[in-house]
């Protein structure tokens, strides 16, 4: 059985802290810190969740205030990453950050359309804007936003 290395205190004054045990430097790092534990928890868990992603085991530990003093709390309420069969057989609905972010890049597509002059929208592109929402990266999108915007400003300019 493998043996997790223990996370050192964190230096300065108790607030929420989240550290993440590197194994190619042996060392520890902090990942995320606050004076409030839901951004801290929420930054752990989207780094816990990308780690597992990529097949890693992500070795974390939260720090945080306790009767004016440090206590590292358990950090095993992040649920694991379902495997793909699992996730076959039980669908979940999508995280409120999953469908902000889909938001986000459906604005920001329909933000280049517009700069390209695309206003009035068939059913057909709606269609077309949401197979690249649900297939691209927030990075990937904007791209294809700044290339038709500029498009639109090389068609005017000539």
């Given at each position: 059985m493998e043996t997790r290395p223990e996370s050192p205190q964190p230096q300065g004054d108790p607030r929420w802290v989240a550290m993440v045990y590197q194994p190619s430097s042996a060392s520890w790092?902090?990942?995320?810190?606050?004076?409030?534990?839901?951004?801290?928890?929420?930054?752990?868990?989207?780094?816990?969740?990308?780690?597992?992603?990529?097949?890693?085991?992500?070795?974390?530990?939260?720090?945080?205030?306790?009767?004016?003093?440090?206590?590292?709390?358990?950090?095993?309420?992040?649920?694991?990453?379902?495997?793909?069969?699992?996730?076959?057989?039980?669908?979940?609905?999508?995280?409120?950050?999953?469908?902000?972010?889909?938001?986000?890049?459906r604005q920001v597509l329909l933000a280049g359309l517009t700069k390209a002059g695309l206003y009035d929208l068939a059913p057909d592109d709606l269609t077309a804007v949401e197979a690249l929402v649900d297939s691209l990266d927030e990075t990937t999108v904007r791209r294809v936003a700044h290339w038709l915007a500029s498009a639109s400003g090389a068609d005017q300019a000539g």
């Open positions: 790092r902090v990942c995320a810190q606050s004076p409030h534990r839901s951004p801290v928890q929420y930054a752990l868990g989207e780094m816990a969740h990308t780690v597992r992603a990529r097949g890693g085991d992500p070795v974390i530990s939260l720090w945080g205030p306790k009767d004016g003093g440090w206590h590292r709390y358990d950090t095993a309420a992040a649920p694991p990453v379902p495997t793909p069969k699992a996730a076959a057989d039980a669908p979940e609905a999508p995280s409120t950050h999953t469908r902000r972010m889909d938001g986000r890049r």
